[in-house]
């Protein structure tokens, strides 16, 4: 795999002109790491956001600054605006080549699940990423889990069932799901409580209605009945 390079120049702290320099393209950014001290650092906006893309937080980059010889680095953080989730400040961490470092590698769900196709199932991620510890130069970019084993719903995939390279160790819960499958549960919509007493108050108002009307009309056709008895 070739190596993931940025560059990037020296900046002064504090500088009132830092708003400035990122209407130029310019990011700012912090090295720091292995007892050193920090640097503070421009980098090339549209550049780093390239290599970002690329890299992410889980490949070592190649940083080098003033045109000098290139450093080992992770991206430990991302700073968004909130708003326009532009990128607006990254950190770096150096890394010592020759210690075991402790970091996180995303998954990257591959294949087509049965339960899925055949069964309508919906499949649901438990996790995005899992800390592993490994030598930087034993450092993968992505762990790929095949869920086309996910056959049914009563099968799981769990952190136990990823494969890695001998050279590195998962720190993450081996018991902790990784994915399943369930099945679409069809909600049916109950009508209010409040409604259904309404309803019951409506038709029990609308007997008793009845039940009025239909003892006037009895007393209609007595009176009537009466009233034509004395006629006669």
Not at 26 to 36: D, K, M, R, T
Not at 158 to 175: C, G, Y
Not at 182 to 202: I, L, T
Request: charged share 30%.
């Amino acid at each position: 795999m070739s190596s993931i390079q940025l560059t990037a120049k020296s900046r002064q702290v504090p500088t009132a002109e830092k708003n400035q320099e990122r209407s130029k393209g310019n990011l700012p950014a912090e090295l720091y790491g292995l007892s050193n001290d920090n640097s503070h650092l421009f980098l090339n906006q549209l550049e780093f956001e390239k290599v970002y893309a690329r890299a992410g937080e889980s490949s070592l980059i190649d940083l080098g600054v003033d045109q000098g010889e290139p450093v080992k680095v992770l991206v430990k953080e991302v700073q968004q605006d909130p708003v326009t989730e532009k990128i607006v400040h990254v950190d770096f961490y150096r890394i010592d080549m020759n210690k075991e470092l402790h970091t996180v590698v995303p998954l990257v769900f591959v294949g087509e699940s049965k339960a899925v196709k055949y069964l309508n199932g919906i499949l649901v991620k438990s996790l995005e990423e899992v800390e592993v510890a490994c030598l930087p130069t034993d450092l993968i970019s992505k762990i790929e889990v095949d869920i086309s084993g996910l056959e049914s719903f009563n099968e799981v995939i769990r952190v136990s069932d990823l494969r890695v390279p001998e050279t590195m160790k998962i720190l993450t819960n081996q018991e902790r799901s990784v994915a399943t499958v369930v099945p679409v549960k069809v909600q049916v919509e109950e009508a209010p409580q409040a409604e259904v007493a309404a309803e019951g108050e409506a038709a029990e108002a609308e007997g008793k209605e009845g039940e009025k009307k239909g003892d006037g009309d009895k007393e209609a056709e007595a009176a009537k009945t009466k009233t034509e008895g004395k006629k006669k």
